[in-house]
Nanobody
Framework: QVHLVESGGGLVQPGGSLRLSCAASGLSVSDEIMTWHRQAPGKAREWVATLWPGGATIYNPSVKGRFTISRDDAKNTVYLQLTSLQPEDTAVFYC???????WGQGTQVTVSS
């Protein structure tokens, strides 16, 4: 059974950084298409970034150049490095494994002074 657990969220000031983690069990992240999504208050969930097994990545234009998706195969974990955070980045961030369509429980990111 696939299980994803996000962590690393928190409260950060504008311009700050965070690293989110998505620890996986029941699959190997190196073999799967892994994605990050976010849902801001009152808004629909939106796609943020995708990491393919071969290492290719693609980003939502709203985060390109500020967020970086990566993985550690030994830890079976996918990361999302967030930099230059702005209040509009406030959201619950989720990871998703694309084949099984398994979601994690989410981690809250709040950007505020």
């Amino acid at each position: 059974q696939v299980h994803l657990v996000e962590s690393g969220g928190g409260l950060v000031q504008p311009g700050g950084s965070l690293r989110l983690s998505c620890a996986a069990s029941g699959l190997s992240v190196s073999d799967e298409i892994m994605t990050w999504h976010r849902q801001a208050p009152g808004k629909a969930r939106e796609w943020v970034a995708t990491l393919w097994p071969g290492g290719a990545t693609i980003y939502n234009p709203s985060v390109k150049g500020r967020f970086t998706i990566s993985r550690d195969d030994a830890k079976n974990t996918v990361y999302l490095q967030l930099t230059s955070l702005q209040p509009e980045d406030t959201a619950v961030f989720y990871c998703l494994e694309a084949t099984s369509m398994t979601w994690g429980q989410g981690t809250q990111v709040t950007v505020s002074s």
